[in-house]
């Protein structure tokens, strides 16, 4: 039988007293900074019984703390074990103003060095200065204390061919060597494993959804050593690999970077683990850090990129089509929350290139589609047996493309407040999506198209607006975002976004609507250069939610515009069953 949170609490609180720590900090996250892991790091569960994304955890002799994000507020009030542990909100009560309140001077807390970046564990040093010590344990205190923990994952490696990819490993090599150069710098180290499956071309399963796999990767003007098990590699694999890379051991990493190093060292410190800092922190002249160049190269999708995701959203469009033919037909009362997910996903295993889902489906029915990033299970799999509203949001993972998609469908009758809300949702969707914005605009700056009809109303929604969103690799990928932090990174031709403005109301319903959609040049000026978005999503609005009269002349032309555009590229493609559902839920809106 497995042992319980309070169990796990009270042999980490023994060990804490041996070595004389004083608070412990858990942050949920992999030596390489991932936001979604692999089972042997999801350390955040294992503590707290949260099984969200994002969180962290501190836990004291008398107290243990899960701070989370507006997402996940209701989520972990319903997860974490009322009496054990507290739960906190991030934006309310920072984690480092609670440790300064209630940490006494000369505390000691101590995290695991891997589990940290160096900016990280920097910030917290210079916050705390002069009242706490924090420190960095090379011991995993939860491995002393894990059961059973998972071991570390291991997937064999698959080559991307370079028609999908549209540039060789050798091609993107050069690209990195040349802002290398820019830079001042002599070689950069990199250990965000989206970036190093996007350089080397390969994809590999070792993190669910996320087609990475474990490794590091140095590379300066002559060599690029790629630290990952020669094991995973087949010989044709291998003979690919070998023409760019020398691969070492993945766990070489941390003593052969100190032989490998020279000069100046380029890293983003954001993503580096607090393992690699006595290499790449021994003195400031010796090391330059940034965003890691291959980020920005990788936000910049070329044209084949582009083409491949076209055609990935033209499939989930297909799909969608045939699963709500399909859906329509079913007597109501008889289905549940996964079986709706599961009947999208049987349909998208129909289509070539399928490879599974880009994230885990989010499909919360009435009060359950309040809760942001609700993921059904066997205990809450709700019956969908009244009238209400359903948020779908899941995604495709092909292997020339990837897609993201949420869609509020309608069961039953709507209520007068759900068709409001749902409208002036997606007023703000489509404000974004038809914005044009000069040359330089931050995502930020983009952020209140989306959210100003909900304001004007009294409502809101504290989730981001827009995230980046790779190419056959992570659904969730940066540099750039749309949301309100000023985060100074400028839109440019070829990223991916989402555009996905919501609005949740607990204990009742939640609304969000989402495409994706690629930055592409518009007109040149005499001001500047000009951009648009290219929406790539290919599914209909849900027709009966819409209110009319809350819309403009010109939305309605979007809207409609939208639908025959959606009609016009699946008619032909969907089965026979699913023209009729295709031409209904496309059909023109208009005024009465």
Request: with cysteine.
């Amino acid at each position: 039988m497995p042992d319980s949170i309070n169990e796990r609490l009270a042999r980490l609180r023994v060990l804490m007293k041996e070595r004389g720590i004083d608070a412990y900090y858990v942050t949920g996250t992999d030596p390489h900074m991932s936001e979604y892991v692999a089972p042997r790091w999801r350390t955040r569960a294992f503590i707290s019984g949260f099984t969200g994304s994002f969180g962290y955890v501190i836990v004291t002799q008398d107290r243990a703390c899960l701070w989370v994000d507006s997402r996940y507020y209701l989520q972990a009030e319903k997860e974490i074990e009322k009496g054990t542990f507290e739960m906190l909100k991030d934006e309310e009560s920072p984690l480092e103003e609670w440790l300064e309140e209630n940490l006494s001077p000369g505390s000691v807390l101590a995290v695991e060095e891997k589990s940290i970046s160096i900016r990280a564990f920097r910030k917290l040093e210079r916050r705390l200065s002069g009242c706490v010590k924090v420190a960095i344990d090379s011991e995993d205190l939860l491995d002393l204390i894990w059961k059973d923990r998972p071991a570390m994952p291991f997937s064999h490696l698959r080559a991307v061919d370079v028609a999908f990819a549209g540039l060789t490993s050798e091609d993107k090599l050069a690209k990195v060597r040349a802002e290398l150069r820019k830079k001042g710098a002599d070689c950069t180290f990199i250990s965000s494993l989206d970036d190093i499956a996007w350089l080397t071309n390969l994809r590999g399963d070792d993190i669910r959804y996320n087609p990475v796999f474990l490794s590091f990767l140095f590379i300066d003007s002559e060599r690029a050593v790629l630290f990952a098990s020669r094991e995973r590699f087949s010989d044709e694999v291998y003979r690919i690999v070998e023409k760019d890379f020398e691969v070492r051991e993945y766990d070489r990493a941390y003593e052969d970077l100190m032989q490998l190093a020279h000069g100046i060292a380029y890293y983003d410190p954001g993503k580096v683990n607090m393992g690699f800092s006595s290499v790449l922190c021994k003195e400031e002249s010796s090391s330059r850090c940034g965003l890691d160049i291959t980020t920005s190269l990788k936000a910049r999708k070329n044209e084949l990129e582009l083409r491949g995701m076209r055609r990935a959203h033209k499939m989930d469009g297909i799909a969608f089509a045939n699963f709500m033919a399909k859906l329509n037909t079913v007597p109501d009362g008889s289905l549940t929350e996964m079986d709706v997910s599961e009947a999208f996903e049987r349909e998208r295993m129909r289509m070539d290139g399928y490879l599974g889902p880009s994230f885990a489906p989010i499909s919360g029915f009435a009060e359950n589609g309040a809760i942001v990033h609700y993921s059904a299970t066997g205990e809450s799999n709700r019956k969908i047996d009244k009238d209400g509203l359903l948020v779908l949001d899941t995604g495709s993972q092909f292997y020339y493309g990837m897609t993201d998609l949420t869609r509020t469908l309608l069961f039953g009758k709507a209520t007068q407040e759900q068709k409001n809300d749902y409208t002036l949702v997606l007023k703000g969707h489509l404000a974004l999506a038809s914005q044009r914005f000069i040359e330089g605009t931050r995502g930020y700056q983009l952020d209140v198209l989306a959210h100003q009809f909900l304001w004007t109303a009294g409502m809101t929604y504290r989730h981001g607006t827009g995230h980046g969103v790779g190419c056959n690799l992570n659904v969730h990928e940066g540099p750039m975002r749309i949301s309100p932090a000023p985060i100074d990174v400028p839109l440019e031709e070829g990223m991916i976004l989402s555009d996905e403005p919501g609005v949740y109301k607990e204990g009742k319903y939640g609304i969000r609507i989402e495409n994706l959609v690629a930055v592409q040049k518009d007109a040149m000026t005499s001001f500047g250069q000009f951009y648009t978005f290219e929406v790539l999503s290919l599914v209909p609005y849900e027709r009966k939610l819409i209110e009319v009269r809350l819309l403009s002349d010109s939305e309605i032309k979007l809207i409609n515009a939208y639908h025959e555009w959606v009609r016009e590229e699946l008619i032909d493609e969907v089965d026979e069953d699913a023209r009729a559902y295709l031409e209904e839920a496309t059909s023109p809106i208009a005024r009465e």
